[in-house]
């Protein structure tokens, strides 16, 4: 995953979300009732990366995201269909967290990359990875 960008969706001009700081925002929680806070991001896939082999804006793979969500201990509170449906290229989430220095941590992969990197294989079955953010 690449080109990671700040993206403000028409929504955060609605009463609902607060503006605690550039590109965060405070609302209410779409699977509880209780506040959290919200960023969205846009980014593009890179099908040439491990993990990312058939990443689209329709299909985000699961190896890059889930890793996202693990360091920064954040989750995908919206995943704005109609946008990654008509991109090519850029794809565009929304993540969320109740602790606001969640949020803070993950905004610091704008203008990097964030990808699955292999492990020196062992004779092990399944494939080892880690996260690496440059």
């Known amino acids: 995953m690449k080109n990671f960008r ?3 969706p ?23 009732d209780k506040e959290i806070f919200v960023t969205s991001l846009s980014f593009e896939m890179e099908p040439e990366c491990f993990g990312e082999e058939d990443a689209s804006p329709r299909n985000l793979t699961q190896i890059p995201i889930e890793g996202i969500l693990d360091e920064f201990s954040v989750y995908v509170t919206d995943f704005y269909e ?3 449906e ?15 220095s969640d949020i803070q941590r993950l905004r610091t992969v704008i203008g990097k990359r964030f990808y699955a990197a292999l492990c020196d294989e062992e004779e092990d ?3 080892e990875y880690t996260m690496v953010m440059e």
């Open 6 to 8: 700040n993206y403000t």
């Open 125 to 127: 079955e399944e494939e």
């Open 82 to 84: 109609e946008l990654n």
């Open 86 to 100: 008509t991109s090519e290229t850029v794809c565009y989430q929304e993540f969320g967290s109740s602790h606001l």
């Open 10 to 32: 028409e929504k955060y001009g609605k009463s609902e979300f607060q503006e605690i700081e550039e590109g965060i925002y405070k609302t209410k929680s779409p699977y509880a």
